[in-house]
């Protein structure tokens, strides 16, 4: 089946600092999603990706989609306390699934003050 | 609501008991979907329904999981015989034409 891999599976920083996580795939997907998950809540939608090359920000916040389709990264600048939380990445529409997510592991995010 | 609501937000068993999750979506999605997240891990995709179209069963790990959405919108996810191996967070997620997904607080079950 579709695996993604992210990395690193945790990072400890200190406030004020850059953060870069990243995902790639096997598979091409369609689109690249990035979420949120704080504790005991549902992930939240950060930002989304629908074409190959694209780079797109939101805020502190700035993701891009791979050229190859089987890659994303995200980045997150001069980091504050409440970016603390888990961070996964999403490939959807491969293999003939427009609706079906595929998530990556996830990234442990701990901001020192 | 305002959101997808799940309940109950925690549920303890014992093993070989059967178990209902449910979720109520938001008003007018026509999507939706139940993940599962176990510690440390990603989201693993269960079942999918869009609308009045059979649903895409692909993700349940077994026939003990099942699940239902009653009249396109309220869903119950339903595991039969409980393993330890069950415990793991059920999230809810709707949408509405291949929109946003929203998830829900998702449903903490543990097995003992």
């Known amino acids: 089946g579709q695996q993604l891999n992210q990395s690193p599976q945790s990072m400890f920083i200190q406030e004020g600092e850059d953060v870069s996580m990243n995902c790639t795939s096997s598979?091409?997907?369609?689109?690249w999603l990035w979420y949120k998950q704080d504790p005991g809540e549902g992930p939240v939608l950060l930002i989304a990706?629908?074409?190959?090359?694209e780079l797109t920000s939101n805020g502190r916040l700035t993701a891009q989609f791979g050229i190859t389709r089987k890659d994303s990264f995200l980045n997150i600048s001069a980091s504050i306390p409440s970016d603390v939380g888990i961070y996964f990445c999403?490939?959807?529409?491969?293999?003939?699934?427009?609706?079906?997510?595929?998530f990556g592991k996830g990234t442990l995010l701990t901001v020192n003050p | 609501g305002a959101g997808v609501s799940q309940s109950p937000s925690n549920k303890v068993t014992e093993k070989g008991k059967d178990v209902e999750l449910r979720c109520d979506p938001i008003?007018?999605?026509?999507?939706l979907y139940w993940y599962r997240q176990s510690l440390g891990q990603g989201l693993e995709f269960l079942i999918y329904?869009?609308?009045?179209?059979?649903?895409?069963k692909s993700g349940l790990p077994s026939d003990r999981f099942s699940a239902e959405r009653t009249g396109g919108s309220v869903s119950t996810l339903t595991i039969q015989r409980t393993q330890q191996e069950d415990s793991a967070v059920y999230l809810c997620?709707?949408?509405?034409?291949?929109?946003?997904?929203?998830f829900g607080s998702g449903t903490q079950l543990s097995v003992l």
């Open positions: 997620a709707s949408t509405h034409l291949g929109g946003k997904l929203f």
């Open positions: 598979s091409i997907f369609n689109t």
């Open positions: 990706l629908y074409k190959a090359g």
């Open positions: 999403a490939g959807q529409g491969s293999g003939g699934s427009n609706y079906k997510l595929t």
């Open positions: 008003s007018g999605h026509t999507a």
């Open positions: 329904f869009q609308g009045n179209s059979a649903p895409d």
